[in-house]
């Protein structure tokens, strides 16, 4: 049995499709319009500087609010430039970490109560360089003078932070689209949803293939589907590894999810032939202070890697990390990356 907590509260069946609350806070969406049409103007027009980094920098980031997939496009942008030459370093925010006046840096295996989950997850993935700090000018600054190497600086989220200058923005959606198409509160949107005009590329995550023939990625901006594709399992507590088709038929699983859209998690189990005897959706970063599954009746417990970095002092042998890798509709998308990332470097938007 599902956890009734998977049930969409009232707010965000009316960010998607509208209704008397959403109404309600309108005039508080006003105001979000105005702030962010104020700040992008400061911008703009240099009332504000932006620090343009001397190697190119790529924001992949989202308008509508929380998780719609950037943390596996985020590792596939890094893997993508490096297989064709790059040195690829990333900077992010460090979520729900006090960073401080500094920067940290690092690489590897890192701490994800120094760093925050997301950027941990993608050291590990990637072995990339990251650099974490609200100020993500301030974090790109420290990533290149500790690893000068770094050619192309990839920013995890951070579409609106407009003090550090981009050469190429790519937007992260997933189903939900732009929802009700009203800024926040009244929606979910940071950015009306005409901003999607002005970036360069779309990417929708669908979360499963959907067995539709891969297009060229022409125009602009530039649309692709990218879906989750899960890989072999392996013991949080252990390292031991078992392949996903395993489960298959096996009694007493359940699934846990700490990330901005629990219910695509879970339902890429299901489309892998998993049946599910409970789901456990988390609040998203959930800190795992102390273990959720304490009451949880399972045999086994699959949970995303963003849990899974987070997992290993609670020492439950039925944890199971479930790591994913992204895949493109457009063939072309990394080709054509790389090859704009040669141009001269644009005014910033």
């Known amino acids: 049995m599902s956890n009734p ?10 960010w998607q499709h509208g209704g008397w609350l959403s109404t309600l806070l309108l005039p508080l969406s006003a105001l979000t319009a105005w702030a962010v049409a104020r700040k992008r103007t400061a911008y703009l027009s240099g009332a504000k500087p932006s620090y343009r980094a001397p190697v ?6 989202n308008v509508y609010v929380g998780g719609t997939g950037k943390t596996p496009m985020v590792i596939a942008t890094v893997e993508g430039l490096r297989a064709r030459g790059y040195t690829p370093g990333v900077v992010s925010r460090g979520y729900g970490v006090k960073i401080g006046p500094d920067a940290r840096v690092g690489a590897g295996a890192l701490e994800a109560a120094r760093f925050g989950d997301e950027p941990a ?3 590990r993935a990637t072995a990339a360089p990251i650099s974490v700090h609200p100020k993500r000018a301030l974090a790109a600054q420290a990533l290149l003078k500790a690893h000068p190497e770094v050619d192309v600086i990839v920013s995890d989220d951070g579409l609106q932070h407009l003090a550090l200058a981009r050469d190429i923005e790519i937007v992260v959606q997933d189903a939900r689209g732009v929802g009700n198409g009203r800024l926040l509160p009244a929606g979910p949107l940071r950015e009306p949803a005409s901003r999607l005009q002005d970036v360069d590329v779309v990417v929708t995550n669908i979360g499963t293939a959907d067995g539709r023939p891969a297009n060229t990625g022409n125009g ?7 879906w989750l594709e899960p890989g072999d399992t392996h013991q949080i507590e252990t390292g031991a590894t078992r392949p996903l088709s395993a489960y298959a038929g096996q009694p007493r699983i359940a699934a846990a999810a700490g990330i901005g859209n629990p219910e695509r998690f879970f339902t890429t189990l299901r489309v892998a032939g998993i049946t599910l005897d409970a789901t456990l959706p988390l609040p998203d970063h959930h800190d795992y202070a102390e273990s959720p599954f304490q009451t949880l009746a399972a045999d086994t417990i699959l949970v995303t890697s963003k849990d899974a970095i987070k ?10 990390e479930v790591p994913v890798e992204a895949a493109f509709s457009d063939p072309g998308l990394f080709d054509w990356l790389a090859q704009a990332l040669r141009q001269p470097a644009r005014v910033q938007r």
């Open 5 to 14: 907590r998977s049930s969409p509260s009232l707010l965000a069946r009316q």
């Open 56 to 61: 190119p920098v790529v924001v992949v980031g």
């Open 121 to 123: 997850l993608i050291a």
């Open 220 to 226: 602009r901006p530039r649309q692709v589907r990218m």
């Open 311 to 320: 997992c290993a002092a609670l020492h439950d042998a039925r944890l199971w």
